[in-house]
């Protein structure tokens, strides 16, 4: 016979919901002045060239923000969608793929965001 508590014991919602929650909060704060520089730099760039652009994102501060913003809105969006799988997701083999594919394309997406700021930082 198990107690409720043993059932939960090594679980997420046991283990991790706290440090999930507060990753979620702090990602959003942190997505808020990121995105409001992310906008009103779009806004600035409208009708200019490429080579303009280019020489906008090779500032270092640009990059870095840039890169900063990519990061944290695919974190957080990884987050975000992790919590809708574990929570609507009641077939026990759906919810595990999805939360892998979850995993894997928002590092692949992330990652591949971050290496194209690089690139056109440093130049090709």
Avoid at 36 to 54: N, Q, R
Avoid at 65 to 82: D, E, M, N, V, W
Wanted: positive net charge; proline residues 2%.
């Amino acid at each position: 016979m198990q107690t409720p508590m043993k059932r939960v014991r090594g679980l997420g919602s046991a283990k991790s919901g706290t440090e999930h929650f507060w990753m979620q909060r702090l990602t959003a704060l942190a997505l808020i002045p990121l995105g409001l520089w992310f906008v009103y730099s779009i806004v600035t760039l409208a009708g200019a060239d490429h080579d303009s652009v280019v020489a906008w994102m090779r500032h270092p501060v640009r990059a870095t923000l840039l890169a900063l913003f990519a990061a944290t809105a695919f974190y957080h969006s990884k987050l975000g969608l992790q919590v809708v799988f574990e929570d609507y997701v009641h077939t026990g083999w759906l919810k595990f793929t999805a939360l892998i594919l979850n995993n894997f394309i928002h590092v692949l997406l992330g990652a591949a965001a971050v290496i194209s700021v690089l690139r056109v930082a440093f130049g090709d």
